[in-house]
């Protein structure tokens, strides 16, 4: 009964369509699939310019020493 009333309320309404509720339900999936290359990225963005910079001061330290 209740179900007839609501499907009957509902009737007039303009329902969503089926790509925009299939982008919804993706979405959780797709951030998950997302989130590990970004951290990667982030995390690669500050460490490769640290080994970078330890590199020159290795190379830097060598220089004066051997002088």
Request: positive net charge; aromatic residues 6%; glycine residues 8%.
């Amino acid at each position: 009964m209740y179900v007839r009333r609501v499907a009957r309320s509902l009737a007039g309404q303009v329902a969503l369509g089926g790509g925009v509720l299939v982008a919804v339900a993706l979405s959780p999936g797709v951030m998950l699939f997302a989130i590990p290359p970004v951290v990667v990225a982030v995390t690669g963005a500050f460490v490769v310019p640290a080994f970078v910079l330890a590199r020159h001061r290795l190379l830097e330290e060598r220089r004066s020493l051997a002088a």
